[in-house]
């Protein structure tokens, strides 16, 4: 759309998605891109995420920017309220889910709906506090135990017995303290003999696009997508989004989501985490897929919904790891022809250099490599390639992990999904 050159975008973010500022540069024609910085004791690591992007403009106040924008972009989660005063105060097209976020945010309120709506869920327990979560714990294994709102505490993560998963609760009180009586929990059973699907388009009200990606997660390692109408999408996949669209029609939620779920052998699919953002895996490769990603976002914002160009039937992607950038700054050395394919976290560029700027958090992927073709096998060995030619100290991607999308693939045929 040549009327995109003519727009102002102004995005405001976690650090998880800075590189969709550089993407939207690539078709409007101001992108402006804001990270909440303040604190009794701000950093001035945080200031500068987003910093020396190409075609962004890195602000360092968001409220001030608001009037001259002609688009507000939120892909992360924790802005609902400031999405609902940019739409109603301000009156500017929002691309945000609102409070349609609550279904990742309040999983337990999630898990409640989808019994009401029909929708299957895996067998669920709640449970208040990390004692009466220990003395349950003592009593099962292998299950999945679940935090709400505050990921920053611990991500999902697996109990097998309580033998191994007791140093892992003397831990998580240390970390939380004096809340760990107060604390909220998710416990559920696993959902097995069963393959693992999300759907990785987007929602505008509720409804969704005439054609998207979708595909496997090589779980923490890779991704693997395809480029389908809608009619073509897996039966069950189509299923969980009808189900889901009540809500976010009534949410009038906008923007990327994910529905991951399981497929078990009898056909149910049991939705396990919806992701009402950018999700992550697969955005890093999304956001390269859609060529006129601009186009998609601009007219959603507006309620409408767009016809996707696909730069590729296909897309892969390898994550990186490193646990040294969780409290280092790390240079990244990549080629000019490969930056657009190299999607960093908290990226900054400072004297011409591309860094990751530390997270001080856990989670040890800092980014991703990607790839889009008109073959899977040609999508994997271009994030092979690409892999190979970018440097950076300990820095881990997971690009041999795509070999693995075979046995997804193979797996996923005998549940009678055709990828």
């Known amino acids: 759309m040549d009327e995109l050159r003519s ?59 608001v009037p001259d924008a002609d688009l507000i972009v939120f892909p992360d989660l924790y802005f609902a309220d400031w999405a609902e005063v940019c739409r109603d105060r301000f009156h500017k097209p929002v691309w945000a889910h609102f409070r349609g976020e609550m279904l990742e945010l ?19 327990k709640f449970i208040t506090g990390l004692g009466n979560l220990a003395a349950y714990l003592a009593t099962v294994e292998d299950r999945w135990v679940k935090i709400s709102a505050y990921r920053g505490d611990g991500e999902t993560w697996h109990h097998d017995t ?22 909220e929990f998710l416990v559920e059973e696993p959902i097995d003999d069963a393959i693992e699907i999300g759907y990785d388009g987007w929602t505008v009200h509720g409804q969704f696009p005439e054609a998207s990606y979708w595909g496997f997660e090589v779980k923490d390692e890779a991704y693997i997508g395809k480029f389908s109408p809608y ?12 189900k889901m ?43 390269e897929g859609y060529a006129n990603l601009g186009e998609i976002i601009w007219e959603g914002a507006h309620g409408r919904l767009a016809a996707a160009r696909p730069l590729g039937e296909y897309i892969a992607m390898a994550l990186i790891h490193s646990s040294f950038a969780l409290t280092n700054w790390v240079p ?32 040890p992927e800092i980014g991703a490599v990607v790839a889009a073709a008109d073959s899977l096998d040609e ?7 690409r892999s190979a030619r970018v440097k950076g100290y300990n820095l881990d991607i997971k690009a041999d992990a795509l070999d693995k999308a075979q046995d997804e693939i193979d797996k996923a045929q005998e549940y009678g999904v055709d990828f």
């Open 7 to 65: 727009k102002s975008v102004l995005i405001a973010d976690n650090g998880l998605f800075v590189e969709l500022a550089p993407r939207l540069a690539r078709e409007f024609g101001e992108v402006k891109y804001f990270l909440p910085w303040g604190s009794a004791y701000p950093k001035a690591a945080l200031a500068h995420v987003g910093f020396g992007l190409p075609g962004v403009e890195r602000v360092t106040s968001f409220w001030d920017r």
């Open 106 to 124: 309040d999983r337990w309120g999630t898990r409640k709906l989808q019994r009401r709506v029909g929708l299957a869920a895996p067998r669920s």
């Open 162 to 183: 309580f033998q191994t998963t007791r140093i892992y609760l003397d831990h998580f009180a240390n970390r939380v303290g004096a809340l760990a009586d107060s604390y």
């Open 231 to 242: 009619a073509d999408l897996p039966e069950s996949l189509r299923f969980v989004n009808a």
């Open 245 to 287: 669209s009540p809500f976010l029609h009534e949410e009038r939620s906008v923007g990327f989501c994910s529905f991951e779920y399981r497929l078990a052998k009898d056909g149910t699919p049991y939705l396990i985490d919806p992701c009402l953002r950018a999700g992550s895996p697969p955005f890093e490769v999304t956001q």
């Open 332 to 363: 990244i050395e990549v080629p000019a022809e490969d930056r657009q394919w190299l999607k960093l976290r908290n990226a900054t560029v400072l004297d011409g250099e591309l860094y990751h700027m530390p997270t001080f958090g856990d989670m």
């Open 379 to 385: 999508a994997i060995r271009l994030v092979k390639e």
